[in-house]
T-cell receptor, first 117, second 111 residues
């Protein structure tokens, strides 16, 4: 059973370009979470999605950032017009059950390291 | 809002010794707590979790202690090994299952 997959593992963009980060959850998982990690810091929650629904986007910047989890295919985190401050590691996690259940474990992918030049 | 912090940014231990990593949280209504291990260049790896109706839970070589009175969480690693060297994060489960992470403690195991 493959774990959470993220690609690309490393992404380099110039200021003003767009970055697309992809996440394929574990088989059977329908809940996806995106986190951002700056160097030597903890992970910061960005957004929680279920298939075709954004459940909680309280951690997403108001502009330039968007996320989707379509019925088919991976979840996408999209950053438009990237700036140097967007340079970070972006992690995706998936979970098998809904919040409020007795089992909330999130399984993390290896991350995408975004560098903005 | 919730905040989670760690008392020590780095911890250096001798191989074979026991390690204790501490964490404080601010929201007394929090009911789910998790410890993650993150090795360099990798994503966080689940170690152990505990719910607020418990004050202790044990795994293989690891024990998590929860003190709700002072809002403190600790991770104990028995007989620390070089492979335990990593950054350890505590996290608190939020309302929509989002995780609120602490800033991390680097555990360095000396041979």
């Amino acid at each position: 059973n493959a774990g959470v997959m993220q690609n690309p593992r490393h992404l380099v963009r110039r200021r003003g370009q767009e970055a697309r980060l992809r996440c394929s959850p574990m088989k059977g998982h329908s809940h996806v979470y995106w986190y951002r990690q700056l160097p030597e810091e903890g992970l910061k929650f960005m957004v929680y999605l279920q298939k075709e629904n954004i459940i909680d986007e309280s951690g997403m910047p108001k502009e330039r950032f968007s996320a989707e989890f379509p019925k088919e295919g991976p979840s996408i985190l999209r950053i438009q017009q990237v700036v140097r401050g967007d340079s970070a590691a972006y992690f995706c996690a998936s979970s098998p059950l809904s919040p409020g259940s007795s089992y909330n474990e999130q399984f993390f992918g290896p991350g995408t390291r975004l560098t903005v030049l | 809002g919730e905040s989670v912090g760690l008392h020590l940014p780095t911890l250096s231990v001798q191989e074979g010794d026991n390690s204790i990593i501490n964490c404080a949280y601010s929201n007394s209504a929090s009911d789910y707590f998790i410890w993650y291990k993150q090795e360099s260049g990798k994503g966080p790896q689940f170690i152990i979790d505990i719910r607020s109706n418990m004050d202790k839970r044990q795994g293989q070589r690891v024990t998590v202690l929860l003190n709700k009175t002072v809002k403190h969480l600790s991770l104990q690693i028995a007989a620390t090994q070089p492979g335990d060297s990593a950054v350890y994060f505590c996290a608190v489960g939020g309302a929509t299952n989002k995780l609120i992470f602490g800033t991390g403690t680097l555990l360095a195991v000396q041979p």
